[in-house]
């Protein structure tokens, strides 16, 4: 039995569109650039148990047998499994579907489980190949630090321990399953915003800019570009027709929060991806600072960059 943990990723640049052409595969339309966060946290654990049989594959998901995935299917596709029996588990110790990232983790964790367990010694850029199509954003999943993802390309730009001052405390406003599912939206977005077409060119500068704030670690440029990047995720969802919202009122008030906290001096950067659960950046001497000021929005989970998945049991 071998058993994977993998983190989830928060994007500062967002994915959001797949290359016309490439939807099958998950290309992104647009380059993006994420921090992996660390697993001791928030975290997904799969076990992989492989017996001989003829091809079955049961998977339990937060302790329920459910049939795989679709999408699972396609990752399950790579790997040799006739002859085989593989009995799935895995756990989100988070909520599941409430846009943190459950995909990322999830699928990363199954690759680099399935890999171990089957004996495929796949390199990085298969592993993140495969995880890509499982969910675009898991690709980036199978890296620690900070990672972009370009195309068919992914890789750390800086390691977990580049700016070890960095925090990031998740804010859990609400756990529930989101009422666009990532996949959909993105693609109703691609088809119907005007906004859209811009989309790409604005990523690739921001990039860029996005890289030298790390690499200088300065916090003021980076929160910058984070919350921008948040803001235009979601105005190009509202933009998508019918509109696509994801954030709630607790959102844009911890939102309106962080721009008053930072009125004198930026001490905090907000992000959310498809759900309204915040993703707050602070330098670790500012953590009490933000932590009071955002009091009473929800539980807080304070993490740090991780290094990335690891394989805690290879019996
Ligand atoms: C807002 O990776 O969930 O989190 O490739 O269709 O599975 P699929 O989409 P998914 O989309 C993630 C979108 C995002 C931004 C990001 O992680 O870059």
Redesign the pocket.
Known sequence: MIICRAPI???I????G?LEGFESE?V?NNP?L?VTLDIDHVFTETKVHVSPGDGQVLFKLNNTLQEPTK?MKKVLSKFPTHEKKIFIESVNNFPTGA?M?S??SG?AALVLALDKALNTNYEGKALCEIA?L?????C?SVYGGFVE?NGNSVEQVFTANHWPELRCLLLITNGEEKRF???TA?QTTVETSDLYSLRREIAIKRIGCLKRSIEEKDFSSFAKICMQESNQ?HALCLDSFPPIHYLNDKAFAIMDRIHEMNRECTIAAYTF??GPNAFIFCLEENLFKVREGLRGFGEMIECRVGDGPIVTCTD
């Open positions: 990723n928060i994007a640049i967002k994915y959001w797949k998950n992104a993006s994420s999408r846009g990232a995909s990322a699928m890509r499982g969910s675009g954003s898991a980036r993802w599912p990532s996949t993105m995720l991806d498809a």
